[in-house]
């Protein structure tokens, strides 16, 4: 589900990813593919101990949704910057130095003494799979110099991949429930170290410096634009979205987006190629992906919130429904290849997306009271289901819009786009559910009958961190009594997340199948775009 840079010009021959480099061997298969299974296990680990964050650092309001858009932010905005490095510098430092910053940003977030330093963490570790993501896939690419390696070693790198988010709910299940959250990190941490070792004493280097130079203006606009957008979204049902602070970021956020879109419009090697949304089924493409992984990654936050904070379910319960939205994409990997061989991808992207809408909207009908696990597993199942048909057929759409020798650069593109959306989820369903829960709460508090104090008490407590806080108070502490009215009320809230991620799939599903007709009816893509995008094994 990511992909690294692709050169700034059109013409097949400047990407980074096709340049001829060593052969391939063992040794930088091993090393690229743990690197890369290593930043999807940082990734999706945060997602089964939001349970244990709220028990231990008792964050507030939106605090709990900052944890994992920390890490999520480095790497949608930095993402192909480090790309360019590595073409620069040399993709074995990147690697080198990806797998170190993500160990670092690892055991600093388990020493976390409170969520400020976890937030560092979390993004200091966000950095090194920044790093990793295109940096792993990049090499492999470079060393294979026929499109049956390529082909092999793009489709082994995709299944690690998908191993690393289908392993991260186990890891951290197991180890949040026999120790904590921290042990969990320091796991991961040590992975990270054994990715140094692995990358320092196996892997081969490999460059492509030859017309690429980094686009300074184009990153430092993308990323304060990013981060003043997620900013806004993400605090305002804490702060009020009339808070002169959550005003400012959207304010923050429309200058230097314009000012980034300036900014590609006249670089020379620009980060994001702007000519490429002139094409009509391209911009659809683009937007499905953004709204599609949106959908996605809400659903898997708005569940992790259900059986964590809310439920109070261990970690090892937690981790089981992410195998289900996870599993698929690993399993299904040699079907979804022959089907992209012999489907047109937009209609495998417009039924992945009906499948995973249906399953939303089952998982909004379920009574926030069962905390039964098979009640979990045909909505969330078909989430996952729906989602390894998207997520390998989205790249495929977008590529099959425009013309060949653009091919790559379309792939790079898409996959920032995605990673954005990915980005979006937990900050637009977390903002979307606390602000129903807060609402339902406050109306519902004061015809509950509450004895004066309990009320009072439960009021302060809703004020400073929301109902989340109301719900994790301890029985007999004053404001316990309203723990009933907070579940309830953040039942409601999580139900209209996803509601609100089922209507997103659905509308992706109809602009795909509507608005992309018309694009080439060729559906092979060339190698070099394979080797651009994670979610599209060959």
Request: net charge positive.
């Amino acid at each position: 589900m990511k992909a690294p840079q692709e050169a700034a010009e059109p013409g097949p021959k400047t990407s980074a990813v096709a340049s001829r480099g060593p052969a391939l061997t063992l040794g930088t298969l091993v090393a690229a593919c743990f690197a890369v299974a290593l930043a999807q296990i940082g990734v999706a680990i945060p997602a089964t101990l939001n349970g244990l964050f709220q028990q231990d650092l008792r964050p507030i309001g939106s605090q709990l949704t900052w944890i994992s858009d920390a890490f999520l932010l480095p790497v949608a905005a930095l993402e192909l910057s480090f790309g360019v490095l590595g073409d620069l510098f040399g993709r074995k430092r990147l690697l080198l130095a990806g797998a170190v910053l993500l160990a670092v940003g690892e055991f600093v977030g388990a020493a976390s003494s409170g969520v400020y330093q976890l937030w560092v963490g979390q993004a200091v570790a966000g950095l090194g799979a920044a790093a990793l993501f295109p940096t792993s896939l990049a090499m492999l690419a470079a060393a294979t110099h026929t499109p049956r390696q390529r082909a092999r070693a793009i489709a082994l790198w995709a299944g690690f991949l998908s191993a690393g988010g289908f392993l991260a709910p186990v890891l951290g299940g197991v180890t949040g429930n026999y120790g904590s959250w921290r042990w969990s990190l320091v796991v991961v941490g040590i992975l990270g170290a054994v990715s140094v070792g692995l990358s320092l004493v196996l892997a081969g280097d490999s460059k492509a410096p030859e017309g690429r130079s980094l686009d300074w203006v184009g990153q430092a606009t993308l990323a304060v634009g990013l981060i003043a957008l997620l900013y806004a979204v993400i605090q305002g049902p804490t702060d009020g979205w009339s808070a002169p602070a959550v005003v400012a970021g959207f304010v923050v956020a429309a200058v230097f987006l314009a000012l980034f879109v300036l900014a590609e419009a006249r670089a020379a090697s620009p980060l994001l190629r702007l000519d490429l949304f002139r094409n009509r089924g391209f911009a659809m493409a683009s937007v499905v992906a953004v709204i599609g992984m949106f959908s996605f990654l809400g659903t898997a936050y708005a569940t992790s919130i259900r059986l964590g904070p809310i439920q109070h379910q261990s970690p090892l319960r937690t981790s089981v429904p992410f195998l289900l939205l996870q599993g698929p994409a690993f399993v299904l990997i040699p079907l979804t290849s022959r089907l992209l061989e012999r489907v047109n991808p937009r209609w495998l992207l417009g039924s992945g997306l009906v499948v995973m809408a249906g399953g939303q909207f089952l998982a909004a009908r379920m009574p926030i009271a069962d905390s039964t696990l098979t009640s979990l597993v045909v909505p969330i199942g078909l989430v996952g289901v729906g989602f390894a048909l998207a997520v390998a057929s989205i790249t495929a759409t977008a590529v099959n819009t425009v013309p060949i020798h653009y091919a790559g650069m379309a792939s790079a593109t898409t996959s920032l786009l995605r990673d954005f959306g990915f980005t979006l989820g937990p900050a637009v369903i977390g903002a979307v559910a606390l602000g129903r829960a807060a609402a339902r709460f406050g109306a519902a508090l004061p015809a509950a009958g509450l004895p004066a104090g309990q009320e009072g008490a439960a009021r302060a407590v809703s004020q400073a961190g929301g109902p989340l806080a109301v719900n994790g108070i301890e029985p007999g502490q004053p404001g316990s009594a309203a723990h009933q009215i907070a579940f309830d009320a953040l039942g409601h809230g999580y139900a209209l997340g996803y509601v609100v991620c089922g209507v997103a799939a659905l509308a992706a599903a109809v602009v795909t199948v509507a608005a992309l007709r018309g694009g080439r009816s060729d559906n092979t893509v060339r190698p070099e775009a394979l080797a651009e995008d994670v979610g599209l094994p060959a």
